[in-house]
């Protein structure tokens, strides 16, 4: 009797039971099929003196696909980055990037204005300015002491 090595990716299905051939085809098309893996912008937050920034990396997305929102102290953002199945009428050899929707939400401190909420994007990266309200400012007194 030969030794027969086995491989459980084996593209010879006809040993195969009907049940476990069927498993096998699912599983060959859900991993061939990355064209629209979900994703999710890596975000950095800081915060200075006077304001929170946010920078989110978001290239190749249209700024008219990006959605800001705050409502009850979250910041939403929404937005899509589409994929053109082929270039100059070349097919790829390698998807791995993601594309589609996306959603990030943040939890905002009360300190943050909501009203002066700025929003700028640049070579990928959108930026997301929120002032802090005057009353959050960090403020100097000075106490003068006497000698008594």
Do not use: C
């Not at 027969?4 to 051939?21: A, K």
């Not at 629209?36 to 915060?47: C, G, H, L």
């Not at 700024?63 to 097919?91: A, C, S, W, Y």
């Amino acid at each position: 009797m030969p030794i027969t090595r086995y491989n459980p990716i084996s593209t010879e299905t006809e040993d195969f039971p009907t049940g476990l051939r069927l498993f096998q085809d699912s599983l060959s098309r859900l991993l061939s099929e990355q064209t629209s893996r979900p994703w999710s912008p890596p975000v950095d937050i800081y915060e200075t003196e006077n304001e929170l920034v946010l920078k989110a990396d978001v290239p190749d997305v249209d700024p008219k696909h990006v959605g800001i929102q705050m409502e009850n102290g979250t910041l939403t953002l929404k937005g899509e980055r589409k994929f053109d199945e082929q270039r100059n009428g070349r097919g790829f050899h390698r998807i791995e990037r993601g594309y589609g929707s996306f959603v990030r939400a943040f939890s905002l401190p009360e300190t943050v204005d909501p009203e002066k909420v700025k929003a700028d994007y640049k070579n990928g990266v959108l930026t997301i300015t929120l002032p802090k309200k005057e009353v959050a400012k960090p403020r100097t007194v000075n106490i003068e002491v006497s000698n008594s």
